[in-house]
């Protein structure tokens, strides 16, 4: 089993930044990548970027490119999610998840944490 625990959302005026963070525990050893993914009220969850497990390479949605930056600190086991120039609509629930290496979806997931930009 794997657990992981995000924070660091909250209440920001457009323009903003926020940083959320996502711990992972458990038995991490086979474990190949790690992502964050959002889901706004009312419509589905979507992908918004994700990192292996080294930390080598990361992944991006298009809308939040050269806005959003992952990255992970492999002593700690937890992945960031350093966040610019917020628009309101990336107003979202926002989920940390972890798959493992032959997994075609993705295995583990967090709780969430809310992200709220304001206009």
């Known amino acids: 089993q794997v657990q992981l625990v995000e924070s660091g959302g909250g209440l920001v005026q457009a323009g903003g930044s926020l940083r959320l963070s996502c711990a992972a525990s458990?038995?991490?050893?086979?474990?190949?990548?790690m992502g964050w993914f959002r889901q706004a009220p009312g419509k589905e969850r979507e992908f918004v970027a994700a990192i292996n497990w080294s930390g080598s390479s990361t992944y991006y949605a298009d809308s939040v490119k050269g806005r959003f930056t992952i990255s992970k600190d492999n002593a700690k086991n937890t992945v960031y999610l350093q966040m610019n120039s917020l628009k309101p609509e990336d107003t979202a629930l926002y989920y940390c998840a972890a798959k493992y290496r032959y997994s075609t979806s993705w295995d583990y997931w967090g709780q969430g944490t809310q992200v709220t930009v304001s206009s």
């Open positions: 458990g038995r991490t050893v086979s474990m190949s990548r």
